[in-house]
C-alpha cells in the first residue's frame, strides 16, 4: 500500500525492480539484515525469477514496473543499466525515493533526461547505488588522506574474475570501471579534467575488436593523477586495490578480507569469484543508510549529479580508446546539487 512519507512510518513498503544476481541481494539484505524496511513487492521480466524471490521473501510479484512502483513507499532498480533512467524517470514523476543502481545510465543523453526530470520535480528523490562510498576500505582511505599531505597519484585496480555481463570495452568503462570514476572523485574531492585509456594486448579471453585489460589515465583540476586498470576477465579471481601516493607519505586500502587462513604449508585469505564476495558489508550499510534517510525525507550517498558526471567521463573514456586523450566537459552544477 502506498504511504505518504511526510511522516515517519515504522516500516517502509520497498518494491525491488530487477531480481538478477544484485536485485536479489538487495531484497535479501533488506528482508534480513536492514531494519526499518520490508520487501513487499518484487518485479522482473523473467516471471519465474520474481516469483521464486516473492516466495522466499513473502513478497507480491508485480505484473509491471509502472505497477510496483505505483504500491510502494520507495523502489530499488536493479534491471539491466539500459532501463535504468526511464525506470528512475517513472519513479520520479510518481515520487518515490528511489535507490537506483549504477550506473545511472550508459549514455549521457538518457543520465541528462534523469537529472532534468528531478530538476523539474525540485526536489532530490535518487540515491544512486555507488556503493564503494559505504565500504570501510574506503571511507578509512578518504579519512586518512589528509594525514599524508597531498595526493599525487591515485592506483586503481579493478579485475573481475569473468566479464560479468559479455565484454565490450565500452561496457568494461560504462559498467565497470564506472566505479572508479566515481570512488576517486569523491575520495579526492576533486573533478575530472581529462581522461585517456591505454590499450595493449589482449587477454585471452577478449573477443576480436574488443580491449581487455585497459588503463584509464585521469588528472583532476588540482592536479592529481588517477590510474585505473580495468580488467574484466582477470579469471583467478574478484579483486579491487587502491593506493593513494600523497606528498606525505602513502595509504594503502585493505582488501575487504577478515580472515587469514595457515593451512597445507601456505598463508593466505580467500579471493572471492563475484563483488558481493568482496562488498557485501558495503551493500549492507548503503541500504541501511538508504532507509534510514528515507525514513527522514533525505537521499543518501551519490546523487544523480554524481551519476550524470560518471556516465560523462566513462562516455570521454570511451571516445579515447579510438580518438586519444580527451577533455571532461561537465556543466555547471545545479544548485539542487550543491
Ligand atoms: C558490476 O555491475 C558491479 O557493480 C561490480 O561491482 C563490478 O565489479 C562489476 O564489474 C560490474 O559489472
Request: hydrophobic share 40%.
Amino acid at each position: 500500500m502506498s504511504l505518504c512519507l511526510n511522516h515517519r512510518v515504522t516500516s517502509l513498503s520497498v518494491g525491488v525492480i530487477g531480481t538478477g544476481n544484485i536485485g536479489t541481494a538487495h531484497a535479501r539484505s533488506l528482508a534480513r539484515e536492514v531494519s526499518g524496511a520490508e520487501v513487499t513487492w518484487v518485479f522482473d521480466a523473467d516471471s519465474a525469477r520474481a516469483s521464486a524471490l516473492a516466495d522466499e521473501l513473502g513478497a507480491h510479484v508485480a505484473p509491471s514496473a509502472e505497477q510496483l512502483i505505483a504500491s510502494s513507499d520507495a523502489v530499488v532498480i536493479a534491471s539491466p543499466d539500459a532501463l535504468h533512467a526511464d525506470q528512475a524517470i517513472l519513479c520520479l514523476d510518481a515520487q518515490r525515493p528511489t535507490l537506483c543502481e549504477k550506473p545511472l545510465a550508459p549514455t549521457v543523453g538518457e543520465a541528462q533526461r534523469v537529472v532534468d526530470a528531478e530538476l523539474d520535480l525540485g526536489r532530490r528523490l535518487l540515491s544512486l547505488g555507488f556503493m564503494r562510498r559505504f565500504d570501510p576500505g574506503y571511507v578509512y582511505l578518504k579519512a586518512a588522506i589528509p594525514s599524508v599531505g597531498t595526493p599525487l597519484i591515485v592506483h586503481n585496480v579493478h579485475r573481475n574474475t569473468f566479464a560479468p555481463y559479455g565484454l565490450t570495452s565500452a561496457g568494461t568503462l560504462t559498467n565497470s570501471a564506472i566505479h572508479e570514476l566515481d570512488i576517486n572523485r569523491w575520495l579526492l574531492d576533486d573533478e575530472y579534467a581529462s581522461v585517456q585509456v591505454i590499450v595493449g594486448r589482449p587477454g585471452p579471453d577478449t573477443p576480436e575488436g574488443e580491449f581487455d585489460p585497459m588503463l584509464v589515465i585521469l588528472t583532476t583540476e588540482r592536479g592529481t593523477l588517477v590510474e585505473i586498470e580495468a580488467f574484466v576477465n582477470a579469471r583467478y579471481g574478484y579483486e579491487v586495490r587502491c593506493e593513494v601516493v600523497a606528498s606525505g607519505g602513502t595509504l594503502d586500502m585493505g582488501d575487504g578480507s577478515f580472515i587469514t587462513r595457515r593451512a597445507d604449508r601456505a598463508v593466505g585469505h580467500d579471493v572471492p569469484e563475484l563483488w558481493l564476495g568482496r562488498f557485501g558489508e558495503a551493500y549492507r550499510r548503503e541500504l541501511q543508510a538508504w532507509v534510514d534517510a528515507t525514513h527522514r525525507g533525505k537521499t543518501s550517498g551519490a546523487t544523480a549529479w554524481d551519476g550524470l558526471v560518471a556516465t560523462i567521463t566513462a562516455n570521454a573514456a570511451v571516445r579515447s580508446i579510438t580518438e586519444g586523450p580527451q577533455a571532461i566537459d561537465v556543466p555547471a552544477r545545479p544548485a539542487l546539487y550543491a
